[in-house]
T-cell receptor
Framework: EAGVTQSPTHLIKTRGQQATLRCSPI?????VYWYQQALGLGLQFLLW???????NRGNFPPRFSGRQFPNYSSELNVNALELEDSALYLC?????????????FGPGTRLTVL | RKEVEQDPGPFNVPEGATVAFNCTYS??????FFWYRQDCRKEPKLLMS???SGNEDGRFTAQLNRASQYISLLIRDSKLSDSATYLC????????????FGGGTRLMVKP
């Protein structure tokens, strides 16, 4: 069974530009999560989408946004890029069963802002 | 105070050793607990969920103490391939499905 996939693997942008990151969940998973892991810092929760709706949002500014498509894939958009946005962006997916809802991560997109 | 705290290590142990990691969490509404491992510049991989009664998966044993709000991971018979960063992760009932990660404990197993 294919795992979570993300594209692109690497992305280089300059300050002020916009970045779009993509994620495809494990087949059958309806929930997609986005996390940021900046160098030397822990993983920080960004966004949670389920059934096409934004369900929860972490403590990030509004220039971080996203959406989930009918096929449950998702996009993360980062507008007006700042140097501090340089990080590994990880997407995870899960089922929502009312139990532990384990989240499985994709390989990430490494965003570099110059 | 961080919501999930771990000793960053590194823990340097010889092959075959037994090593234990502890983790404390501050949110008493936490309801689900996990250990993930993360290799350098890779994504976190789920190692095991941690159940109230404790659980074992091969050489790995996880324990949960809700009263003291700590979680432990025991690795027996350490292998070189166990070298990684181990992340303690919790999800609180009042935080949607958001996972809160500890900073990780680095393990280095040496020949």
């Amino acid at each position: 069974e294919a795992g979570v996939t993300q594209s692109p693997t690497h992305l280089i942008k300059t300050r002020g530009q916009q970045a779009t990151l993509r994620c495809s969940p494990i087949s059958g998973h309806t929930s997609v999560y986005w996390y940021q892991q900046a160098l030397g810092l822990g993983l920080q929760f960004l966004l949670w989408y389920d059934e096409g709706e934004e369900r929860n949002r972490g403590n990030f500014p509004p220039r971080f946004s996203g959406r989930q498509f009918p096929n449950y894939s998702s996009e993360l958009n980062v507008n007006a890029l700042e140097l501090e946005d340089s990080a590994l962006y990880l997407c995870a997916s899960s089922l929502l069963t009312g139990g532990y809802n384990e989240q499985f991560f994709g390989p990430g997109t490494r965003l570099t802002v110059l | 105070r961080k919501e999930v705290e771990q000793d960053p290590g590194p823990f340097n142990v010889p092959e075959g050793a037994t090593v234990a990691f502890n983790c404390t969490y501050s949110n008493s509404a936490s309801q689900s607990f996990f250990w993930y491992r993360q290799d350098c510049r890779k994504e976190p991989k789920l190692l095991m969920s941690v159940y109230s009664s404790g659980n074992e998966d091969g050489r790995f044993t996880a324990q949960l103490n809700r009263a003291s709000q700590y979680i432990s991971l025991l690795i027996r018979d350490s292998k070189l391939s166990d070298s990684a960063t181990y992340l303690c992760v919790v999800r609180a009932q009042n935080a949607g499905n958001m996972l809160t990660f500890g900073g990780g404990t680095r393990l280095m197993v040496k020949p």
